[in-house]
């Protein structure tokens, strides 16, 4: 049996790479990975900008860039022109005895409230060095957007791998080398599961990549690679069931884009909607693997917290596979 | 006649597969996604520890005092369940680090407070009331928010300890260090004598309308670079664009009924998701107008891609790429205030500001402009992948 999976393992490595499809599912996740580690950091400083004149107090100009990216303007029509332009940038200009603040009036709420209470503060003279605050810190480095991003590409990676099976079947169909595996040794398990294992290797090597070159260094290997590999089963049996059912390209395509809601949906519910309406995506095994993953690449997972996604992930993917066994039968035979 | 007679022979053969259907079916999911899961009003999801380290009347107090003031309003009590956690802290300071180790766990129940914005009566944040510091800690820690100690010293004087995660620029952490220096009596007196000026007079598109342009441009016009693609793969492998080397018809006839094709399931799906959250708001003559365009132009970089592979599993790495760097410019719409030049340079970038200027009624000048660069564009790939085709007529 080992032996058979073998040789459809090796079947599947030996055409992908003639199809460049190893490179594609394991390269795709590291040039992300290596995307996300460049633009991490601009994503996270989203300090408000101001404009200011650079005829304003000297001072006033110092103290503002303690709170704010300030961008230096010869005239009140060079600072309003940027203001005007299509990024969030306010203004503070001097104007009588007191300071202006000037929007182009499609800003945040919250940038209005931000600019208006430093220039509160300034005219208060409130300053770091009289304060009575105490800061304390728990010494992260990894900010939350750039765990979010580096979820979200373990999750495309999977699909990745469920979306190449799906489109390696519906070419096989088309090449009419799917009967052919009916007049081998092989069983349509052997068959199956050999191009799972061939899909889920390579989208794991992608994945363990991708979180060293982000630098996820120190977390719980263990617990991703069991999140991981267990929300691939689902992928792969959805990317199985998508390439049988298809009878052409423009279908697997279609059901490609079908899938991305449940993952789409999971990743919002989770971090844009509130605790009381978590359950709607209870459903959706993704909806288990973001939550898990979030926990492990934030370092607060616990095994009891991992092992319960993990179960959850598990068993609606086997709950999938039961109910589509007949239909990949079928498409097998 | 002959683009005619080929676009609609198109049209019968999309409507006999499942394709054409799922698109329909996929924007009447999204619709009611956001008609029925996306609220209109932003939900205001910023979370806050607090600890009060003072007596439990004066505590209750002043939160009394914010509910008075319609600041304020209290929620449903809110369970955290504390796992055992090992941490450091560090002062910043006088860079002392502490370490600390909960070996217990346990779940608390806390006192929970919606903080609200008096002029709009939306949710800022929502502020859970802490029994003990340690606990601050442990939620602060594991829930990766805010924590916040208000001390009140035998004279009254209250000052505050933040637990910050470390993360944070410092510039947001200097904001920290001035927020409690003055009362906030004066801090309020002074901000309400602040004077403001907005340059323009701009409509804003709610928290649903603001997901309208995303979902028009990603799947809508973005997905058409992909579909045509899969159009033309799948015409591949059934042989049919050699066969137009022995038909009078022309290949540019064969593409242009193609992205036809493309169209009429972009405007329909787009239509189904636009018509009903946005009613007469948006200019539609120019909706439409950048709508075809946008998807033309994508569809033709989609033909000019398809014309250099042989099927899809090799043409996967160039259009998953492409796909990807297509959805950066998702970021600086949703984060304003990131917003680097070379981000601008994505085709997406203006395909996005776009939509929003038309769903907002607003810079028709901006969106006409950025109409005729895609025709332009569009065009230019077109012609190309004519070329292409042409020359290779499989491949």
């Known amino acids: 049996m080992l032996k058979k999976l073998f040789i459809v393992f090796k079947k599947d490595s030996l055409i992908a790479r003639r199809d460049a499809m190893v490179t594609y599912i394991m390269v795709i996740p590291l040039v992300l990975a290596l995307g996300i580690t460049l633009f991490a950091p601009g994503l996270n400083d989203t300090s408000v900008k101001l404009a200011m004149l650079r005829s304003d107090d000297v001072e006033h100009i110092e103290y503002m860039e303690q709170f704010a990216r300030v961008e230096l303007f010869d005239t009140l029509d060079d600072l309003e022109n940027r203001v005007q332009k299509r990024d969030d940038t306010a203004a503070i200009v001097p104007s009588g005895r007191s300071y202006e603040i000037i929007l182009q ?18 005219e208060l003279g409130a300053t770091k060095e009289e304060t009575t605050a105490q800061l304390l810190t728990f010494g992260r480095t990894v900010p939350p957007l750039k765990t979010m991003l580096v979820n979200v590409l373990i999750l495309m990676t999977i699909m990745l791998a469920g979306m190449l099976i799906a489109i390696s079947i519906v070419e096989e169909k088309a090449e009419n080398t799917i009967n052919a595996i009916n007049v081998t040794p092989i069983s349509q398990t052997e068959f199956v599961v050999g191009k799972s294992l061939f899909g889920g290797t390579v989208a794991m090597i992608g994945i363990i990549g991708a979180l060293l070159i982000t630098g996820y260094l120190g977390i719980n290997w263990f617990m991703i690679i069991l999140v991981g590999v267990t929300s691939m089963i689902l992928s792969l049996v959805v990317g199985f069931l998508q390439g049988l059912s298809s009878e052409d390209i423009m279908e697997a395509a279609g059901s490609v884009k079908l899938m991305f809601l449940p993952i789409a949906g999971s990743i919002a519910v989770y971090e844009f909607v509130s605790d009381n309406w978590q359950w709607t995506m209870y459903w959706s095994p993704f909806y288990w693997a973001y939550k898990a993953n979030t926990a492990i690449l934030s370092m607060t997972a616990d095994w009891g917290t991992v092992l319960f996604s993990t179960a959850m992930v598990f068993g609606l993917s086997f709950a999938v596979y039961l109910i589509s066994l007949p239909k990949i039968r079928k498409g097998l035979s | 006649m002959k683009l005619l007679s080929s676009y609609l022979k198109e049209m019968k ?31 205001g999801g910023g979370k806050q520890f607090v600890y009060y380290d003072m007596p439990q009347k004066i505590a209750e107090y002043l939160r009394d005092r914010s509910i008075d003031r319609g600041e304020a309003r209290l929620a449903d009590p809110t369970h955290f369940k504390l796992n055992p956690a090992e941490f450091e802290i560090t002062n910043e300071e006088t860079g002392e680090t502490t370490a600390y180790r909960f070996n217990d766990g346990k779940t608390v129940v806390l006192e929970t407070v919606e903080m609200i914005d008096t002029s709009t009566g939306e949710l800022e944040e929502t502020v859970y009331e802490v029994e003990t510091e340690e606990d601050l800690l442990r939620l602060s820690y594991a829930e990766r928010e805010i924590g916040v100690t208000i001390v009140m010293d035998p004279r009254g004087k209250v000052s505050n300890k933040y637990y910050l995660q470390g993360y944070e620029t410092d510039r947001l952490k200097n904001l920290f260090y001035i927020l409690q220096n003055e009362s906030r009596e004066a801090v309020n007196a002074k901000k309400d004598r602040q004077v403001v000026r907005t340059l323009e007079v701009t409509e804003t598109l709610n928290n649903r309308q603001n997901l309208v342009p995303i979902f028009i441009a990603y799947m809508g016009s973005l997905m058409g670079f992909f579909i045509v693609m899969a159009y033309i793969f799948y015409d591949k492998a059934e042989g049919v664009i050699r066969a137009f080397a022995v038909t009078p018809s022309s290949i540019w006839k064969y593409l242009t009924s193609k992205i036809l094709v493309i169209l009429t399931t972009v405007v329909v799906s787009s239509s189904i998701i636009t018509i009903p959250v946005m009613g007469g708001q948006p200019n539609y003559l120019l909706f439409y107008v ?19 592979f042989e099927n899809i599993s090799k043409a996967f790495g160039v259009m998953y790429g492409i796909m990807i760097s297509l959805m950066i410019p998702g970021f600086s719409y949703y984060l304003p205030s990131f917003d680097p030049l070379w981000i601008r340079f994505f085709p997406s970038y203006p395909l996005l500001q776009g939509f929003k200027e038309i769903m907002l009624n607003g810079d028709a000048g901006y969106v006409l402009i950025y109409s005729l660069v895609f025709l332009a564009g569009g065009l230019a790939l077109f012609l190309l992948a004519d070329v292409r085709f042409k020359k290779t007529l499989t491949v």
């Open chain 2, 290 to 308: 950048f709508l075809v365009v946008t998807t033309f132009a994508l569809a033709s970089l989609g033909l000019l891609v398809a014309s250099f």
């Open chain 1, 105 to 122: 009036g499609n800003e945040l709420e919250t940038m209005e409230d931000y600019v208006v209470l430093l220039n509160t503060f300034y």
């Open chain 2, 13 to 43: 053969i999309a409507a006999r597969g499942f394709y054409f259907y799922i698109e329909i079916a996929m924007a009447v999911i999204l619709l009611a996604i956001l008609l029925f899961a996306v609220s209109e009003t932003s939900t």
